[in-house]
């Protein structure tokens, strides 16, 4: 089974401030995208890998990023949002794939078992998610800032990457959403968009994506953890 991933590291991290784009904001040194793609390398479960980055960051990134580690075979240029993004990744893709691996660029602490799990369940089922179940209490609030409900969460996940699709069932929830104008905040949606089923795998509080300054200090403390030799 051909396995192929496309990590979409092409926003402009406008939470973040500054001009740097927090993918490549560093932890301890070493660019947050750095320890995304060395987890995917190590996991020795994928067997290519697309980068999707900014136009304006393409030149640098092939320099530094195009075969550094080797499992990055392809950069190219994202779009206007993530899902353009993401279809620019998989149009790049090997025409071989069998499962299409997509995982966020600021998410650099995923494990091998999500890699593994997501890859399995999608193999099985056609797509699965990492996410955890929401544990705080919900309010729905109005633009005023007026609660005005509780909102019941039993049953709610936050939704994570790693997420796995079979390649054509991905290729197809494409062209439907396409069809629609249709705009998901992340794949499983189209996946949904299209009336197929996706499966959901346990995710991890240290699976946090980046996209805050407070980020970056629990990032930093992950990676003091995780890679002492740092």
Request: with cysteine.
């Amino acid at each position: 089974m051909k396995v192929c991933a496309i990590i979409p590291a092409g926003g402009q991290g406008t939470r973040m401030g500054g001009t740097v784009p927090k993918q490549f904001q560093a932890l301890r040194g070493k660019p947050i995208l750095h320890y995304t793609l060395r987890a995917l390398q190590e996991s020795e479960l994928i067997d290519s890998l697309v980068l999707v980055v900014p136009e304006k960051e393409l030149k640098n990134a092939r320099a530094d990023w195009l075969e550094r580690p080797p499992v990055v075979k392809q950069v190219v240029v994202g779009g206007e949002k993530r899902q353009d993004s993401v279809f620019n990744g998989y149009q790049a893709l090997p025409t071989d794939t069998d499962i299409v691996l997509v995982h966020d660029g600021v998410r650099p602490f995923l494990s091998r078992e999500m890699i593994q799990e997501t890859i399995h369940t999608a193999g099985k089922f056609g797509a699965a998610i990492t996410a955890i179940p929401v544990h705080d209490t919900l309010k729905q609030v109005d633009d005023s800032g007026l609660v005005q409900r509780t909102v019941e969460r039993e049953g709610l996940w936050r939704v994570q990457t790693p997420q796995a699709f079979r390649y054509d069932l991905l290729g197809e929830a494409f062209r439907n959403a396409q069809a629609d104008s249709f705009y998901g905040t992340d794949e499983a949606a189209l996946i949904e968009h299209l009336g197929q089923e996706v499966r959901v795998v346990d995710g991890s509080e240290w699976n946090l994506k980046i996209t805050r300054q407070e980020d970056l200090v629990l990032g930093e403390s992950i990676v003091a953890k995780l890679f002492p030799e740092h």
